[in-house]
Nanobody, 126 residues
Framework: QVQLVESGGGSVQAGGSLRLSCAAS????????MGWFRQAPGKEREGVAF???????RYLDSVKGRFTVSKDSAKSTLYLQLNNLKPEDSALYYC????????????????????WGKGTLVTVSS
């Protein structure tokens, strides 16, 4: 069973930055497609960024150039660097990992992966 634990959320002003972390276990989960999703109150969950087993990345259009997904396999940790934050980025951010696909290239990834953390809250004030 894959376990994912997010941290790093907080409250910042618009234009600020945060770095989210996701500790993953077991270590082998880092080989598969992993991603960050978010859900704001009253809105549907949406995929934000993905990184696959070969470190290829994909981003939601609205975060391109502002957010960066990365991972440190030696530390079994997934990261999401959030820069130039906007109030509309406020949401509960979830780490997610797939059970079997090492690639994040298929469109189905935007609908969700197999394993989920409990989330970390990001609040951006104007």
């Amino acid at each position: 069973q894959v376990q994912l634990v997010e941290s790093g959320g907080g409250s910042v002003q618009a234009g600020g930055s945060l770095r989210l972390s996701c500790a993953a276990s077991p270590h082998t989960s880092m080989r598969y497609c992993m991603g960050w999703f978010r859900q704001a109150p009253g809105k549907e969950r949406e995929g934000v960024a993905f990184i696959d087993g070969d470190d290829a990345t994909r981003y939601l259009d609205s975060v391109k150039g502002r957010f960066t997904v990365s991972k440190d396999s030696a530390k079994s940790t997934l990261y999401l660097q959030l820069n130039n934050l906007k109030p509309e980025d406020s949401a509960l951010y979830y780490c997610s990992a797939d059970a079997s696909s090492t690639s994040c290239s298929a469109d189905w990834v935007w609908g969700g992966l197999d394993y989920w953390g409990k989330g970390t809250l990001v609040t951006v004030s104007s």
